[in-house]
């Protein structure tokens, strides 16, 4: 079968690989119809992973397909079934995996095309408590952003900032596949949604997805322009991915008792913060990162309901490497997916 493996730093190479046998007791034995890309695929593509990795590895964290077939005692799927995977290699057993902790988990063997092989090829066998059954309605391509694209935003909103029906809230980078989601997310239960674009056209397109305001950061400050935009009083919460850029900026955003929840660092992991500011002003910082497995289910609840996620470009498998130019490049509204 066929399978993007990584030999090296940005060597992707399409090869042929031996297929996985027939699946064990417990098991889902899934093709793989869709891989949505993420900043961690073109992060181990450029070759900054945080672990150490045997080479070749297959790539793709987040993916989407259907069952073809299932292990003794499997009871959940069937043949046929549209479905999408947790994308974290945990153990099942530890304290944070039995009160459905998943993203905690203590004995957590890596996540799949990061640190071991991942979803970048046609089969794939998983174990069942690990695979999520996407309702009718829901396409591969729509799955397979539910891991990443919709599920960490489900956790960082809800979970984690607990946002209310009502507030505000900055979305950064709206036009990123999180950033996309979480205007809808937010939107969809009444918050008045501010998010920064790097474009006019993409601030046209947040628009039309529900964004209220919206900032062209390469033109505009937009700590300022957010500031006067709620007349000095701030924002409830702030939806941070970008790191080093814009960490002071998003803390000068928030109310006083405000909350931050971040996910990423795509501009550089380290910064500086006032630490007076930080407690006078009372803000709460949130460090988040993937999600829980109810939050993939949930995401895909919102998918069947009509919260489509957005699809900036749909790439054949061989072409893999255009997506990952593609969000490398910044050109990207919504998330890109390769398709098998």
Not at 141 to 164: K, S, W, Y
Not at 178 to 197: D, E, N
Not at 237 to 247: C, L, M, P
Not at 280 to 305: H, P, V
Request: some cysteine; glycine content about 12%.
């Amino acid at each position: 079968m066929r399978s993007l493996q990584l030999h090296g730093d940005r060597d992707l190479r399409l090869e042929e690989i031996e297929p996985p046998p027939p699946p064990a007791p417990g098991e889902v034995q899934i093709r793989v119809r869709a891989v949505g890309l993420n900043y961690l695929d073109l992060w181990g593509f450029r070759g900054m992973a945080f672990a150490k990795r045997k080479m070749p590895q297959a790539a793709g964290v987040e993916a989407a397909g259907e069952v073809v077939a299932v292990g003794e005692g499997v009871s959940r799927f069937r043949e046929g079934d549209t479905v999408t995977m947790y994308g974290a290699e945990t153990c099942g057993h530890c304290k944070a995996c039995r009160e459905g902790r998943d993203n905690l988990c203590e004995n957590v063997a890596g996540i799949m095309g990061f640190h071991i092989d991942g979803f970048a090829r046609e089969i794939i066998n998983r174990p069942e408590r690990l695979v999520i059954k996407a309702p009718k309605g829901v396409s591969f391509e729509e799955a397979a952003c539910a891991p990443i694209g919709f599920g960490t935003v489900q956790h960082m909103l809800f979970d984690n900032a607990r946002l209310e029906p009502g507030e505000s809230i900055l979305v950064h980078a709206g036009g990123s596949g999180i950033g996309t989601a979480a205007i809808m997310m937010a939107k969809a239960i009444g918050c008045t949604v501010y998010t920064t674009v790097g474009d006019d056209e993409k601030g046209a397109k947040a628009k039309a997805l529900g964004a209220d305001f919206v900032v062209n950061y390469k033109t505009e400050r937009f700590e300022g322009e957010v500031r006067q935009l709620t007349k000095r009083k701030g924002v409830d919460v702030v939806f941070e991915h970008v790191g080093a850029d814009t960490w002071n900026g998003s803390l000068l955003c928030l109310k006083r008792g405000g909350r931050l929840v971040t996910c990423g660092a795509t501009s550089g992991p380290s910064t500086t913060m006032n630490l007076m500011q930080l407690f006078q002003q009372q803000y709460r910082i949130f460090g988040s990162f993937g999600c829980r497995m109810e939050n993939i289910s949930q995401s895909l609840d919102k998918m069947a309901a009509g919260m489509k996620p957005v699809i900036d470009s749909v790439y054949p498998l061989a072409e893999f490497e255009k997506g990952l130019a593609r969000i490398e490049g910044r050109k990207v509204f919504g998330k890109v997916i390769v398709t098998l």
